[in-house]
């Protein structure tokens, strides 16, 4: 069966205060957020987990179709090395591996997916972490979830805003499902 599908962009509100303290080499709250709702067009800023679930719910009942790409744009980061802890925002909600409750919270909106539905993160550098990609990808009914390993960069050029996932400067785009990740070629 056949469906009508849609692309959601769905940015982390710039406005929004985070709840730690960005990080000053790798976070500018003050523009990247900014440039990725320009840089998508039609996104939409979140604050935190509760807005994205009634935006997803609403979007998709509202529109009469099921979600096909799904941009989560937002800070991101990796604390310590080959055993550390990648993460990402939704809006204010800090998610990682350890963020059972949120998890459970999104699983929720399982049902808004096409079954070979793609999420990106576009957080610098949670893709060195396969376990929240794959928590994310469970906890949305099996998704494909792209994640990046290196910084993610905007530039805004006044006219258009470009981005740069950081994959020509040695990074790695890395796709996950439940059970497995891959790297993109």
């Not at 440039?35 to 998709?60: C, G, M, T, W």
């Not at 258009?160 to 070629?185: A, N």
């Amino acid at each position: 069966m056949s469906y009508r599908t849609m692309d959601l962009y769905l940015i982390q509100d710039p406005k929004t205060p985070m709840p730690k303290d960005p990080d000053p080499e790798t976070d500018d709250p003050s523009g990247y957020n900014e440039h990725l709702l320009k840089y998508y067009r039609n996104s939409v800023p979140i604050r935190n987990i509760q807005d994205f679930l009634v935006r997803i719910r609403s979007e998709a009942i509202t529109r009469k179709r099921l979600i096909k790409r799904l941009i989560i744009g937002s800070h991101g980061g990796y604390t310590g090395g080959g055993s550390g802890v990648g993460y990402f925002y939704i809006g204010k909600t800090y998610m990682s591996e350890f963020s059972d409750k949120e998890f459970m919270l999104l699983s929720g909106v399982a049902g808004f997916f096409v079954r070979n539905a793609d999420v990106y993160i576009v957080a610098c550098k949670t893709g060195n972490d396969s376990a929240v990609l794959r928590k994310l990808s469970k906890a949305l009914g099996g998704v494909r979830v792209h994640g990046y390993t290196d910084y993610i960069t905007t530039t805004n050029y006044g006219l258009f805003v470009t981005l740069d996932d950081g994959t020509e400067d040695g990074g790695r785009h890395i796709v996950c499902l439940p059970g497995d990740c891959s790297y993109v070629k």
